[in-house]
């Protein structure tokens, strides 16, 4: 039997992996639209008077399935009998849609181990293809009803929200990575995209402009909710009058649930200051509500302020788009400078200033695209325009964020980067001045480090060479603080060979110096200064027991190097005198045995006398 070729399986399993992502796309698409049928026909069952069989209620499933994907609905039982359309998409109601198409592509791009992995286009093409074949069968099968699809919006926004989901879910399933630019580059830009870090600053920029955007949404919602508070009377009446029945209120509510995003965008935009149109004579900003509005009966239009001029009520709404400056400048300024005080790896003023601006113009866009789908034509009459005016909102939300987030990231650069040197100005006393200057205060505690740790020092001195060995045999003769230890230790050890042998000073002696005990620091010394012991100041040569004490310290000192029996001094060594180290000096050589006459001088040379 011969193996079989790994390169030959992933060829045969290619086909399989398209198959099973194509099939991910249409269950998804299933999944959505089956999901809108079931409560639609819950919806119909509960209500006591239905206006159609279960095929129409169908139908309107399939239409408002459409409808949550962007594309325009047309209203053919109307009153006048003009058919009137419905472009004002349910916002709540697009993301099950969205998220299946996602979630499709995210699972064909990524499958389980043990399955054949498809190419990332391969798999977004197959899921895009396999989904929007349900969506044309939806269209077909709501042709004939209430709701149908206007052909115009398949292409746009339908086909184009459906392929954004499945691009970001194989993008997902490829850990989010920012590919490399085409080959057909120019080289230039290449070189400055390598040297300015552009992946950093791109995804900065994509998470500051997305806080924007929620903080806008958030900031809106809160307006929402503030108005029908203020309204709720209104807002009751309206939602009792609309149905008289349970199952028709059920419905009403979850129409309005369906449009909460849609109104918290409407606050966003007010907040902003173009407002929004509720018809075409009347709209609705900070300064003035004035017109003649076509309102339809709806809860949540209770929310509206009253007519007329605005009051500082009304303007409070404009803290919203400051919350979104400051949401933007401050998601920039964490990436900026990650850490407060440390200038390493920081942005420069340029750069922050770059990214900043990049991210005001993402939060714009990222309005203006969610605008266009909260509002739209109602009708062909006084509702033709209703909902905020997608092209002057995304500009407003532009220059709101730039005005505010360009100067407010510049403080909080500063602010994070200076926050240590306000920090000690703000402390006062010892301690502050230890920190400054970097010396110990008076009567503060220095801690002494513990013998053998890093801080400390722990060994023997070399009497010979005046250096420091710790106990592993190292010489710090080359640190400056061993250099100082030594000095200290010179001048207290002359000091006290002076007293011992009533020098000049004339001072008693304070009292025997212990042969182990370490001695106090000098004034002048280092606070951090441990001494070392000092040296016994008793004669050294003053017997045999001294002498074999002496030897087994230097035998045990360099780690065992020494020989274990004590060397035998020549029979004619003049003995030494007793007294202090510092006094003796090298003990002089013994005198060299006198040489013996040669035998006989070499051949050629004469002996000189």
């Known amino acids: 039997m011969t193996e079989r070729s790994p390169m030959l399986s992933a060829e045969r399993g290619r086909p399989a992996a398209l198959a099973s992502a194509f099939l991910r796309g249409v269950i998804a698409a299933g999944l959505g639209l089956g999901s809108l049928a079931v409560l639609v026909m819950v919806l119909w069952i509960s209500s006591p008077y239905p206006d159609s069989g279960p095929g129409g209620a169908l139908q309107v499933a399939a239409g408002l399935w459409l409808l949550a994907h962007g594309a325009e609905l047309v209203r053919t039982d109307t009153l006048s009998g003009i058919p009137a359309p419905v472009a004002t998409v349910p916002l709540l109601l697009s993301l099950l849609p969205v998220w299946l198409a996602h979630r499709a592509a995210r699972g064909a791009a990524d499958p389980d181990e043990g399955r054949p992995r498809p190419s990332p286009a391969g798999a977004f093409g197959a899921v895009t293809t396999g989904y929007l074949l349900v969506a044309a069968a939806a269209v077909a099968y709501a042709r004939d009803g209430s709701l149908s699809a206007d052909p115009d919006t398949l292409a746009f926004p339908l086909a184009v929200v459906v392929a954004g989901a499945a691009a970001a879910g194989v993008w997902t399933a490829g850990g989010r990575a920012l590919g490399s630019l085409p080959f057909w580059a120019p080289l230039w830009i290449q070189e400055a995209v390598a040297r ?52 028709g209120r059920f419905a009403v509510l979850l129409l309005a649930l369906a449009l909460v995003p849609n109104a918290a965008l409407w606050g966003a935009s007010y907040g902003l200051g173009p407002g929004f149109a509720l018809g075409t004579g009347a709209t609705v900003t900070p300064m003035a509500f004035g017109g003649s509005p076509a309102l339809p009966e709806f809860p949540l239009l209770a929310a509206l302020p009253d007519q007329g001029p605005g009051s500082p009520a009304n303007w409070a709404a404009g803290a919203v788009p400051l919350a979104a400056g400051l949401a933007v400048a401050w998601f920039t300024v964490r990436r900026a400078v990650p850490e407060p005080a440390v200038r390493d790896g920081a942005w420069s003023a340029g750069e922050t200033v770059l990214v900043t601006g990049l991210a005001a113009g993402g939060c714009g866009a990222g309005t203006a695209v969610l605008t266009a789908m909260a509002g739209g034509p109602l009708g062909t009459g006084a509702l033709a325009e209703f909902g905020p005016v997608w092209w002057l909102t ?27 040197g306000w920090a000690w100005r703000r402390r006062s006393g010892p301690e502050a001045a230890e920190e400054r200057t970097g010396a110990v205060a008076p009567g503060a505690r220095q801690p002494t480090p513990a013998p053998g740790s890093e801080g400390g020092r722990s060994g023997v001195r070399d009497g010979a060479r005046g250096t420091v060995r710790d106990a592993n045999g190292g010489s710090d003769e080359a640190a400056p603080e061993a250099t100082g230890r030594r000095r200290w230790r010179r001048r207290r050890r002359a000091g006290d060979g002076a007293e011992g042998t009533g020098g000049a000073g004339g001072a008693a002696p304070p009292g025997p110096v212990s042969a182990s005990g370490p001695a106090d620091p000098a004034p002048g010394a280092d606070a951090g200064f441990e ?23 230097l035998r045990q000192g360099p780690g065992g190097l020494m020989a274990d029996f004590r060397p035998e001094l020549p029979a004619d060594r003049p003995e030494l005198p007793a007294g202090p180290p510092e006094l003796l000096a090298d003990p002089p050589e013994p005198p060299a045995p006198p040489r013996a006459p040669s035998a006989a001088p070499e051949s050629g040379r004469g002996v000189t006398s």
């Not at 939300?397 to 407010?408: E, S, Y």
């Not at 403080?411 to 240590?420: G, K």
């Open 196 to 247: 300015t870090l552009f992946r950093t600053r791109a995804e900065a920029v994509c998470r500051s402009a997305a806080a924007g955007v929620m903080v806008l949404l958030g900031g809106g919602a809160l307006v929402v909710a503030a108005g029908l508070v203020w309204h709720v009377e209104e807002a009751q009446r309206t939602f009792l009058a609309l149905s008289g029945d349970w199952a």
């Open 394 to 420: 995304g500009p407003a939300a532009l220059a709101w964020t730039a005005v505010i987030g360009v100067p407010l990231v510049l403080l909080l650069r500063m602010w994070r980067l200076r926050e240590p």
């Open 531 to 553: 001494p070392y012991d000092f040296l016994p100041t008793d004669p050294w040569h003053d017997g045999k027991e001294a002498g074999q004490a002496r030897w087994a310290s």
